[in-house]
């Protein structure tokens, strides 16, 4: 995600008991050691993120990230932070507390 | 659920998506002009759901695997397979067995044939292998003594035979199958850590540290990002583990035993978490599970990390 050929951590989060951190996405940045940093993140729509993946699905050889979002449909983001598209999708999406793509 | 693939010709990352019980999988294609409108493909699936784009037909195109974790009347999975000339052909449907509802499927050659197979977690392991024909056989069964459910297959120890690793829900345990040299999976080994409650997206599996091996990360709603750093084998001959059967050999990275800061590590080991006993004081908790890490009986070993922000 940080375009320096080291798999980054992606994580949603749903509800929350700190509302600071419900409802975002969250991207740990793996560092040149070998650690994880802190995370940047973004919000999305107040809707669970049951899902996400990591792929160029725009064919401009970055990476975005893709959201699957109860209520909301598929929503697809370029690299943090982004701006977003929607692309509607007649589903619900599975609720959960979080998901976790890395590599 | 969403996954990316590449589910036409042209070459660009498309996206597949299903949603809770709805029986069908949405395709979105890409374009150079942006987002086609989905495409929506039947297929029954009743609930707590997962979903794989991989090639398990064996004609060199990512095809729909979709799994129904609810209700008995759904298939445990279907493949929908993509046909050459566009689109995606009718749902093919898997089953376990009757009774039995599937909570997680990973992709991969878990055989050791160069087909892609496909694993479905429940309250064992079931391998469904790729025939010649592009079929998937009957399944092969592998216990586990608890509920698994997300499945990922990577190769965990780097001998180039892909592994299967899950984690089982509310038990503290991740669970690795190692892929023997006769296309066979070895007994669970399991590895403890605290862990409140996956789901079949839970896991993810990556080099996040520049090892050159593959850890494990798991969203964790209790301990928030859980990482298990894999360290590689206990080497006792060097920097190279050399296979007992092919005595073939693979260069060893030097495990980073390096503690992360702002966390919690802790070497973690086979059995661990299972046993180890829950108790508030975590220096004895911590201590019982250094000792077992000193006893590792495949070789791997994992430096547990718990990542809150």
């Given at each position: ?33 070998g650690?994880?940093g ?46 977003v598209?929607?692309?509607?999708m007649?589903?619900?999406?599975e ?5 976790a793509?890395g590599? | 659920m ?11 990352l ?5 949603g ?6 949405s395709?979105?294609l890409s ?35 979709v799994?129904?974790g609810q209700?008995?009347?759904?298939p ?5 397979a ?27 050659d878990?055989?050791?044939?160069g ?6 977690s429940?309250?064992?392991l ?9 079929t998937?056989?009957?399944p ?7 509920g ?13 035979r ?7 829900n ?24 605290p862990?409140a409650q996956?789901g ?12 050159g091996?593959?850890?494990v990360?798991?969203a ?16 006792t001959?060097?920097?190279s ?34 046993s ?7 220096r004895?908790a ?14 791997l070993?994992w ?5 809150r922000?």
């Open positions: 995600m940080t375009s320096d050929d080291r798999p980054d951590v992606v994580l949603t989060t749903g509800r929350a008991s700190t509302p600071a951190s419900e409802y975002r996405v969250w991207v740990f940045p793996q560092g040149s050691d650690q994880l802190s995370p940047d993140s973004f919000s999305h729509f107040r809707a669970v993120a049951g899902s996400v993946a990591i792929g160029d699905v725009s064919g401009d050889d970055r990476e975005e990230i893709a959201l699957g979002l109860e209520d909301h449909g598929l929503q697809v983001g370029p690299q943090v932070p982004p701006g598209a929607i692309w509607p007649p589903h619900q999406i609720m959960g507390a979080c998901s793509s590599a | 969403l996954r990316l693939g590449r589910l036409n010709d042209d070459n660009l498309d996206v597949a998506a299903v809770f019980g709805t029986n069908s999988v395709v979105m374009s150079t002009g942006g987002p086609n409108p989905p495409v929506e493909y039947p297929v029954l699936h009743g609930g707590r759901e997962d979903l794989e784009v991989a090639d398990v037909t064996g004609d060199g195109r990512d095809d729909l695997i799994m129904s209700t008995y009347a759904s445990n999975f279907s493949v929908l993509q046909l050459a000339s566009g689109g995606f052909a009718s749902p093919v449907e898997y089953r376990v067995g009757e009774g039995i509802l599937t909570s997680g499927i990973g992709v991969g878990v055989t050791g044939d087909r892609n197979d496909v694993v479905a429940y309250q064992g079931a391998v469904f292998a790729q025939t010649p024909l592009g998937l056989s009957e092969t069964i592998y216990p586990t003594d608890n698994a459910k997300p499945v990922e297959v990577v190769d965990v120890n780097l001998d180039s892909p592994d299967v690793v899950t984690a089982h509310s038990s503290n345990v991740v669970g690795v199958y190692l892929q023997q040299p006769d296309g066979s999976l070895a007994s669970e080994d399991e590895y403890g850590f862990v996956v079949p997206h839970s896991l993810a599996v990556g080099d996040i540290n520049g090892d091996a593959p850890d990360v798991i964790d709603r209790a301990h928030g990002l859980v990482v298990l750093y894999n360290t590689l084998p206990e080497q001959n060097g920097s583990s050399a296979d007992a059967e092919t005595g073939s050999s693979a260069t060893v990275p030097e495990p980073d035993r390096s503690c992360r800061p702002g966390t919690e590590p802790m070497t973690m080991c086979k059995g661990g978490g299972r180890a006993p829950e108790s508030s004081d975590g004895r911590r201590s019982a599970r250094a000792e077992r890490a000193r006893r590792p009986e495949n070789g070993t430096l547990y990390s718990a990542i922000w």
